[in-house]
């Protein structure tokens, strides 16, 4: 089965057993489903995320908990702007009033309360947390097909702000899971699923992308986002300063 066969398999399952929640319909989002705060709960436990000081979470809506749990635990959340248009913020939880905390946790709220930061700002993150589609049992993820948590997860290892320790977690409902999915070289692989009923650490089978796959990435992604391209520009630089 392709990656878009399983796509749309999990997106017309949850929405024909009332799984899927607002935003509606889940086609071509990141889905949001019942048990999403209950999977949120079970996340926070882990000791990856109770020693994490930064840490990174997608904006989709099923993680919105998440996003608000990073920020009343007092640690630094960097999130994404959507599609990276806008690159990455930061929020530091000690400068939002206490209850203004699930305001920040939504997209809207993260721009109010946060800090647009540029690529000599981004912070060393300690743990992730992604959105998913659908994940295999061997840690094999696929997002919405936009390949955003992908050049998000490549940007901070292009910067060393993670490396391949750093733990991966995703939150779905439980008929996410599924036995196979197809891998390409620069697709990330999580090492903890997180359900509304289960924790489950995966023997993953293959290792995390070491950075940006440049001859990957067509011109119209490279024009999308800003980042890569100020990213593009530093490398090249780089390496002239290094031949010279």
């Not at 057993?17 to 999403?36: D, E, M, S, T």
């Not at 999977?39 to 990174?56: D, G, M, R, T």
């Not at 490549?154 to 197809?182: F, G, M, S, Y």
Request: aromatic share 6%.
């Amino acid at each position: 089965m392709s990656k878009e066969e399983i796509r749309r398999r999990i997106w017309n399952d949850m929405e024909k057993r009332g799984i899927a929640l607002f935003p509606k319909p889940v086609y071509g989002r990141i889905p949001n489903f019942i048990g999403a705060d209950k999977a949120a709960l079970k996340l926070i436990e882990l000791p990856e995320f109770k020693s994490a000081e930064v840490v990174k979470v997608n904006p989709d809506s099923p993680q919105r908990m998440v996003r608000y749990y990073t920020l009343a635990y007092g640690k630094l959340l960097l999130t994404p702007t959507p599609r990276l248009k806008q690159g990455f913020i930061l929020l530091d939880a000690s400068l939002i009033p206490n209850n203004k905390l699930m305001e920040a946790s939504t997209i809207i709220g993260s721009f109010k309360y946060g800090k647009r930061i540029d690529l000599n700002e981004l912070p060393k993150v300690d743990f992730i947390v992604m959105g998913s589609v659908a994940v295999s049992i061997n840690g094999c993820r696929l997002g919405k097909g936009g390949g955003y948590g992908e050049i998000e997860y490549a940007i901070l290892r292009e910067l060393k702000c993670v490396n391949e320790n750093t733990p991966i977690a995703t939150t779905v409902h439980d008929i996410q899971i599924v036995d196979n999915i197809p891998h390409d070289e620069y697709d990330v692989v999580v090492d903890i699923i997180v359900t509304p009923t289960r924790i489950i650490r995966v023997n993953k089978l293959y290792s995390k992308p070491k950075g940006i796959i440049w001859n990957k990435l067509n011109e119209s992604k490279l024009n999308e986002i800003e980042l890569l391209k100020l990213l593009k520009d530093l490398r090249n630089k780089m390496r002239i300063n290094s031949i010279t």
